[in-house]
């Protein structure tokens, strides 16, 4: 089977995790809340291509449910899943972080989030070294981060330039995107232009882990 790009693998992930935990396939409009794609247009992209790689099926229909895992797709996952010997993982949460302006986290824990490991890079990092924090605001919205989604995070001091990062700003937590500027330095960006980036030249700050993952609740 080809290989999915990063979007496909995380369209696709979400199809199957959707599928086995409910039992039915997701509709295009939860796909299109998932992926935070205003158009469902870009949705219908991302599918077209999954059919194409032989993920999906190719329906004969348009319907509401039409996002079913092919055969072949369904033993490679299979596979997968004897390999690993797990289906769900349970990562501490950590409160709340804002997608906004910092506001103090919740250090202690509050519970724990279970997770699909499809919804994780490979390799999947230490459980150990992941927390879930949820998310308030909307300065993350352009990166398809909502108010109340479940951020998976993996625990690090250092990031790439635009990675998404969660950050201590003044002992508050934020979550932004880690960008660097060749003449002011490392910077914050929120994914929202009604917010403003956070300079370490102005306000230092302090990455404290790298967002790997996302679990978003359907209604």
């Known amino acids: ?22 039992g039915y396939s997701p509709s295009l409009r939860e796909l299109c809340h998932f992926m935070g794609y205003k158009a469902v247009g870009s ?52 409160g709340s972080v804002p997608a906004g302006l910092p506001v103090e986290a919740i250090p202690d824990a509050a519970g724990s989030l279970k997770v699909s490991p499809s919804l994780l890079p490979r390799p999947m990092p230490p459980r150990h070294k992941l927390f879930a924090l949820q998310a308030s605001g909307l300065s993350m919205i352009g ?17 790439t330039p635009g990675s998404i990062v969660v950050a201590l700003v003044d002992g508050d937590a934020t979550v932004k995107r880690l960008m660097q500027d060749q003449d002011k ?11 403003k980036p956070i300079f370490a030249s102005d306000n230092e700050f302090q990455v404290i882990g790298k967002v790997i993952g996302l679990q978003r609740t359907v209604f």
Do not use: C
């Open 185 to 195: 330095g490392w910077y914050l960006k929120p994914e929202n232009v009604d917010f």
């Open 1 to 22: 089977m080809d290989k999915l790009t990063s979007k496909q693998q995380k369209a696709f992930d979400f199809i199957r995790h959707h599928t086995e935990s409910k």
């Open 143 to 159: 990166a398809g981060i909502l108010d109340g989604d479940w951020l998976i995070v993996k625990s690090q001091e250092e990031a």
């Open 43 to 94: 949705a219908q992209d991302v599918i077209a291509s999954l059919r194409r790689k032989g993920y999906l099926e190719l329906a004969a229909k348009q319907k509401a449910r039409t996002l079913i895992i092919t055969s072949q797709a369904k033993r490679k996952f299979t596979t997968t899943r004897v390999e690993e010997d797990f289906d769900t993982i349970s990562i501490p949460q950590l």
